[in-house]
C-alpha cells in the first residue's frame, strides 16, 4: 500500500508541474500574440489635396516674431545675412548647406503675412552661392529657427520680380 500511495503522490505532483509549465507556455505564447486591429475608413467631405476646390487648412505664417522678420536686404557676408528692419540694421547667420529663396507674387514692404499660396518658385542655395543673389535694398521676409544656441535664418522670401535666374 505505501508503493501505492507513493506512486499516485509521485503521479500527483508531475501533473501539477506539468501543469504548471504547460499554464506558463500557454500564457507566454499568448502574451506574443496581439489582436488584429479592426480599420475602418473615415470618409472625408469635400475635395482632396491635388483635387479643385480643395483648400489648405493654413497657407499663411504671420510676420513679426524673432523667427519671422521682415526687412530691406543689405547683404550677405562672412555666412551672415544683413537687413534693415524699422531702420535698425538686424543680422542672422545663415545655415550653411541649404538657404531656401521663396519667390512670391505678395508684395513684401506691406505684408503682416507671408501667404503660402502665391510663393512661385523656390531656388536653393548655400551661405556662399547666394551671395549677389539678391538686390541690394528690396523687402525681404527672412525664417529662421534655433540651431544649437544661435537663431539661423534659413529662407528668405522675396518679389517673383526680383528673383535671381
Not at 535698425?88 to 507671408?114: F, H, R
Amino acid at each position: 500500500m505505501q508503493d501505492g500511495g507513493k506512486k499516485q503522490s509521485f503521479i500527483i505532483v508531475v501533473l501539477v508541474i506539468v501543469l504548471i509549465f504547460g499554464g506558463i507556455g500557454i500564457y507566454l505564447l499568448l502574451s506574443g500574440r496581439k489582436p488584429a486591429q479592426v480599420t475602418e475608413d473615415v470618409p472625408t467631405i469635400g475635395p482632396q489635396r491635388g483635387a479643385i476646390g480643395f483648400v489648405e487648412p493654413t497657407t499663411t505664417v504671420k510676420i513679426g516674431s524673432k523667427e519671422v522678420s521682415k526687412g530691406n536686404f543689405q547683404k550677405v557676408e562672412g555666412g551672415l545675412i544683413y537687413y534693415e528692419e524699422a531702420g535698425t540694421v538686424s543680422t542672422l547667420p545663415l545655415t550653411v548647406d541649404e538657404i531656401a529663396v521663396n519667390c512670391t507674387d505678395q508684395p513684401l514692404a506691406t505684408a503682416t503675412e507671408l501667404d503660402y499660396t502665391q510663393i512661385k518658385k523656390v531656388q536653393v542655395y548655400n551661405s556662399e552661392t547666394i551671395i549677389g543673389k539678391i538686390p541690394e535694398n528690396e523687402p525681404i521676409v527672412v525664417f529662421a529657427a534655433m540651431v544649437g544656441d544661435a537663431l539661423t535664418a534659413h529662407t528668405v522670401a522675396l518679389a517673383t520680380a526680383s528673383c535671381p535666374q
